[in-house]
């Protein structure tokens, strides 16, 4: 038996002015596929290799296209380039029996293409409706019409941060393998739930997406359910498809998928009022102070409004002109990414102070750099990103030349950084990464300004379909069910 596996993800902000580029993905074709799968050996790519491959099965590489950070809206050009490569990989394929592919759910062009119903749709006209496609998807995923329609199978992760990517991949292959060898029919069900939410309200070790969690558990323990999911949608997207859904996929009863989805739809809407902040969330003034209060450091104040890691362009540098004018000292602050100030830093050398214009004043496009004088500290590259650790009026600063997600601690060390000499650790992120929390003696988000802000009730939505959760009041309403 034979299964075509392939791998294209971003998740794309349309509230970030900067469009996504192909230098930002690696990307790799055919064999290469297998060849470097050390390069998302935790994805869920991965668990769908390892399982049809347990289950002596063929596998047929497509593409994998591994955003190197998540950013604006994708390029017409790179997308076109990407679907291109995969159809052409999949078209040299003539004999298989399944399809199993890892994709985000929430990957958007600048023509507002839905890239998973893109793909799913243009895969299902190739391979024929007898072919079954399963999918494995992030758990931020806005699920479309068109993805329902093109797949038999779709799963979600159930862990935000994400820490089972392989174990959702082996779902996703799991249920291919049902359908190959048991022979078992898949049939799919789901509704879409008017909501908006943050990862940083929706940590799922925390209430109430924890109890959420326990009801697709109880679900999947029914008799002919397969999985089900929660996918979450993604709030920085402004597109009408966005929405929160529930998923059920079933051995071939429809009846129990649409009940069950259903169900969990009803559920998740119960408690749309719990969705508080997982960490305490301050103005920026507020957090600052309440951490200056506490007696054990450091305190992490995460900068959430400019985290590239959920598309925002982590230049914006509101918070340490704030930083700067208060006075504030032993804080560490970054990334900014600025790749020309890299470059000007280094240039002058480790020890030396020079004035630089570095990131973006505000979240207007145009309202340009700001100046700083920065004194080099420190330079390092760390995998393929150059940065420099400055010291800007007291305040640490890392600048990098890309986007760095902040979910590395070895990063920031290998810039000489020792975490326990500050005060206040203020990082460009979302949620704090797991690996991060041994190290803060107390966590608070910023509600700082940038794309990724976390007020969305502020947020001045064009496109989301309306009425929405909870930009506006909604109480009794009618799901609606995908078709
Ligand atoms: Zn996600």
Known sequence: ????????????????????????????????????????????????????????????????????????????EAYEYLKDAYIHELKKYKNYDGVCLDLHGSMTTEDLIDVEGDILS???????????????????????????????GLVSYRTAPHIDKYETGVRAATMLVKVLKEKIELTMEGYKIPFLVSGER???????????????????????VIYSSYCLGFPWADVEFNTVSSIVVTQGDRKLADKKARYLAEEFWKKRYDFKFTTPAYSLEEALKL??????????????????????????????????????????????????????LIKEGVGKQKKVLLGQKNTDPNSGKVEFICKVKNVNKYEDVTSVLVDINGIDVIISDKKVVMTEPEFVFSLGIKLEDYKIVMFKSGYLDPKYKPYAKKIMLALTPGYTFQELEKIPYKRVKRPIFPV????????????
Do not use: W
């Open 1 to 76: 038996m034979k299964v075509i596996v392939g791998l294209l993800h971003h998740e794309s902000n349309s509230f970030n002015p900067e469009l996504t580029g192909l230098d930002e993905f690696i990307v790799l074709k055919g064999k290469e596929v297998i060849e470097k799968s050390r390069l998302y050996e935790r994805a869920s790519l991965k668990g769908i290799i390892d399982t049809l491959t347990k289950n002596n099965i063929e596998i047929l590489p497509t593409i994998v296209a591994l955003p190197t950070s998540e950013g604006g809206l994708v390029k017409r």
């Open 291 to 344: 951490a200056m209060k506490e007696k054990e450091f450091p305190v992490f104040v995460i900068d959430s409004g400019d985290n590239p890691g959920a598309g925002s362009n982590q230049k914006i540098v509101e918070p340490l002109i704030y930083l700067k004018e208060h006075g504030y000292k032993e804080v560490l602050y970054g990334s900014v990414c600025d790749e020309e100030a890299v470059e000007k």
């Open 122 to 152: 243009e895969t299902r006209k190739i391979v024929g409706k007898d072919i079954p496609i399963t999918v494995s998807l992030d758990m931020h995923a806005m699920v479309t019409d068109k993805m329902m329609k093109n797949a038999n």
């Open 202 to 224: 929706s940590e799922t070790d925390k209430y109430p997406m924890n109890e959420l969690l326990k009801k697709i558990e109880e679900v999947d323990k029914e008799e002919k």
């Open 472 to 483: 506006d009041r909604m109480d009794e309403i009618e799901f609606e069910k995908y078709n």
